[in-house]
């Protein structure tokens, strides 16, 4: 025979203010999605530009020789990684709010589920990409430290 705990037999009920809150929530995190686009967009187009802007600048000054066009290329690449980086916690958000909207709508507890499925998504990728920022960072600042000791040793 087979127990069944309470909290295995628990269902979670929303309350009335509670569903006022996610569905609040939905709409701030449309709005900033979009903002998210839009400034993924902006970004892409700073991509082209400064491919661009460092191709001119290396006919403009022969003194800059093949650095300027090889730099835009370079930083076309870096400015096209951030957008990609950039697309996924918006697209996650995105789609944490129109789920949240449509389950809200339809009173279909199935696409909010899957709604917070795309909030969870949203945090664990912002988090993840925070831990290795400060990866980068701790890693930069134990190099200037050792660079800064090897130098003075000389």
């Not at 093949?66 to 990609?84: E, H, K, N, P, T």
């Not at 950039?86 to 009173?107: C, D, I, R, W």
């Amino acid at each position: 025979m087979e127990e069944h705990s309470v909290i295995e037999s628990f269902e979670m009920k929303l309350s009335a203010s509670a569903k006022g809150f996610l569905k609040e929530t939905a709409k701030w995190a449309y709005f900033l999605s979009i903002l998210g686009y839009i400034g993924i967009g902006f970004i892409i187009f700073a991509a082209l530009f400064a491919g661009t802007l460092f191709s001119a600048m290396a006919k403009v000054n022969p003194a800059m020789g093949m650095m300027g066009s090889s730099f835009g290329f370079v930083m076309a690449f870096v400015y096209f990684l951030i957008a990609i980086l950039y697309f996924f916690p918006v697209y996650y958000l995105n789609k944490f709010a129109s789920n949240a909207k449509a389950a809200f709508q339809n009173n279909d507890s199935d696409a909010l589920t899957t709604s917070l499925e795309y909030l969870k998504s949203h945090y664990k990728y912002i988090g993840i990409m925070t831990l290795v920022v400060f990866s980068l960072y701790l890693l930069l600042f134990v190099g200037m430290i050792v660079a800064g000791i090897t130098s003075s040793a000389l």
